[in-house]
């Protein structure tokens, strides 16, 4: 057997987004008989991926996984069983070294992070040899092509972009091969080949891609219809967030934290992934409102909002619940491990304060915390969250309360 692979850190389970690729992956099963089976990624990341198996296979077994259309391997260890699906028994595999190449992304990288905020638009990686590598749903939708006739091939051959004046974009001299040799993004407009024949007017942005050394091993490109219709299109999509975004902080509304919380449970009712709930409440808040006014109020929602976001794991939810109340949804976590963020929380707010006419008023919060249960529904398990977080309040508040 060969050597054993590390366990997977929680930095690596952070790291995890839900993209379905293709995937043969090959090993023994619990019987003893060799596999190579066809099947698609639930959820990747740089270290691994979950993916459904039509077979049983036992923890810590060594599969390898093959990347359908690009040919790319890296050997991997079943971690753990995580349920069933239509397709198969669901299982999280990880491997020894990153899978950038493997997956074609680069997770560190911002183009990535807005890419998966905004998969409407069209996106696509492409390696040092121009060969694209990744090809999302957007890029089928807007070029007429699906994945299995792009990936795999020179980005190039299909697309066949021109400028206004009808010149076409040569390998040598097109943006994304300036900024693959200077390392340099690049935003700008071009007309590309959709697969019907016609021209779709498209605003593009490319930002190289790098390996953990700095190195460039490819790009990211990002576009989108820069058409009347699509920009009226885009507006309306926006409108549409609007209703789901609290106007005073940015953070996700009542609404739209209930649908996530929602989410999280039947993911936890058919995956067996656990989740937190946290609630605050700014201490004294009317105290702050009447002595100095509802600017100064705004301000210290706006400051837990701040901290609040920059404190959590790239995972973690924020949101305002309304008044002075605000919410955060964590998943992969203990009673333990929930605590944790919550006091990390609540210290950093305690560090916090906001300038008044005379002087500067801190902040400070109670919590109340407490895990998803199968048999909750988002009511009941902010119902148990805004209690524990009463109990805080009642003790004298800065400190935290969880069950």
Same mark, same amino acid.
């Given at each position: 057997?060969?050597?054993?692979?590390?366990?997977?850190?929680?930095?690596?389970?952070?790291?995890?987004?839900?993209?379905?690729?293709?995937? @043969? =992956?090959?090993?023994?099963?619990?019987?003893?008989?060799?596999?190579?089976?066809?099947?698609?990624?639930?959820?990747?990341?740089?270290?691994?991926?979950? +993916?459904?198996?039509?077979?049983?296979?036992?923890?810590?077994?060594? =599969?390898?996984?093959?990347?359908?259309?690009?040919?790319?391997?890296?050997?991997?260890?079943?971690?753990?069983?995580?349920?069933?699906?239509?397709?198969?028994?669901?299982?999280?595999?990880?491997?020894?070294?990153?899978?950038?190449?493997?997956?074609?992304?680069?997770?560190?990288?911002?183009?990535?992070?807005?890419?998966?905020?905004?998969?409407?638009?069209?996106?696509?990686?492409?390696?040092?040899?121009?060969?694209?590598?990744?090809? %999302?749903?957007?890029?089928?939708?807007?070029?007429?092509?699906?994945?299995?006739?792009?990936?795999?091939?020179?980005?190039?051959?299909?697309?066949?972009?021109?400028?206004?004046?009808?010149?076409?974009?040569?390998?040598?001299?097109?943006?994304?091969?300036?900024?693959?040799?200077?390392?340099?993004?690049?935003?700008? /407009?071009?007309?590309?080949?959709?697969?019907?024949?016609?021209?779709?007017?498209?605003?593009?942005?490319?930002?190289?891609?790098?390996?953990?050394?700095?190195?460039?091993?490819?790009?990211?490109?990002?576009?989108? %219809?820069?058409?009347?219709?699509?920009?009226?299109?885009?507006?309306?999509?926006?409108?549409?967030? +609007?209703?789901?975004?609290?106007?005073?902080?940015?953070?996700?509304?009542?609404?739209?934290?209930?649908?996530?919380? @929602?989410?999280?449970?039947?993911?936890?009712?058919?995956?067996?992934?656990?989740?937190?709930?946290?609630?605050?409440?700014?201490?004294?808040?009317?105290?702050?409102?009447?002595?100095?006014?509802?600017?100064?109020?705004?301000?210290?929602?706006?400051?837990?909002?701040?901290?609040?976001?920059?404190?959590?794991?790239? /995972?973690?939810?924020?949101?305002?619940?309304?008044?002075?109340?605000?919410?955060?949804?964590?998943?992969?976590?203990?009673?333990?491990?929930?605590?944790?963020?919550?006091?990390?929380?609540?210290?950093?707010?305690?560090?916090?304060?906001?300038?008044? %006419?005379?002087?500067?008023?801190?902040?400070?919060?109670?919590?109340?915390?407490?895990?998803?249960?199968?048999?909750?529904?988002?009511?009941?398990?902010?119902?148990?969250?805004?209690?524990?977080?009463?109990?805080?309040?009642?003790?004298?508040?800065?400190?935290?309360?969880?069950?």
């Amino acid at each position: 057997m060969g050597a054993q692979l590390p366990d997977p850190t929680p930095r690596r389970r952070s790291e995890r987004v839900s993209i379905a690729f293709p995937l @043969e =992956v090959a090993g023994v099963d619990l019987t003893g008989q060799r596999f190579s089976d066809k099947t698609k990624t639930t959820t990747v990341s740089m270290y691994g991926c979950c +993916l459904p198996i039509p077979r049983l296979l036992k923890p810590d077994q060594q =599969v390898q996984l093959t990347r359908i259309l690009t040919g790319q391997s890296a050997l991997g260890r079943v971690v753990a069983p995580m349920g069933d699906q239509p397709e198969g028994h669901l299982y999280g595999v990880e491997t020894d070294d990153p899978c950038a190449a493997l997956w074609g992304i680069q997770f560190a990288s911002p183009m990535y992070q807005k890419l998966v905020d905004n998969l409407r638009e069209g996106a696509y990686f492409v390696n040092l040899d121009r060969k694209i590598t990744y090809w %999302n749903e957007g890029a089928e939708q807007l070029s007429g092509y699906a994945a299995g006739e792009i990936v795999g091939q020179s980005s190039s051959e299909n697309l066949a972009e021109v400028d206004a004046s009808g010149k076409q974009l040569c390998d040598d001299d097109s943006p994304l091969e300036q900024s693959m040799i200077d390392g340099q993004p690049r935003s700008t /407009d071009v007309f590309m080949r959709h697969k019907q024949g016609h021209r779709v007017p498209v605003n593009v942005e490319i930002l190289p891609m790098r390996n953990p050394a700095g190195k460039i091993v490819g790009a990211a490109k990002v576009f989108r %219809n820069s058409s009347s219709y699509h920009r009226v299109e885009r507006r309306v999509s926006e409108l549409e967030q +609007l209703a789901f975004r609290d106007p005073l902080t940015g953070l996700p509304n009542r609404h739209y934290f209930e649908l996530k919380i @929602e989410h999280a449970l039947d993911e936890q009712r058919r995956f067996g992934r656990q989740y937190g709930l946290l609630m605050f409440d700014i201490d004294r808040f009317r105290q702050a409102n009447d002595d100095h006014g509802h600017e100064v109020g705004d301000a210290l929602l706006k400051a837990l909002a701040e901290t609040l976001e920059r404190t959590l794991r790239a /995972d973690d939810l924020v949101g305002r619940w309304g008044g002075e109340e605000f919410l955060v949804l964590a998943p992969d976590v203990d009673e333990v491990a929930l605590r944790l963020v919550a006091e990390r929380c609540r210290g950093l707010i305690a560090q916090s304060s906001v300038a008044t %006419n005379s002087s500067r008023t801190a902040i400070t919060v109670s919590i109340g915390g407490t895990l998803l249960s199968n048999g909750d529904s988002a009511q009941s398990a902010i119902r148990r969250a805004d209690e524990l977080m009463t109990e805080s309040t009642r003790a004298g508040g800065d400190r935290t309360t969880t069950a």
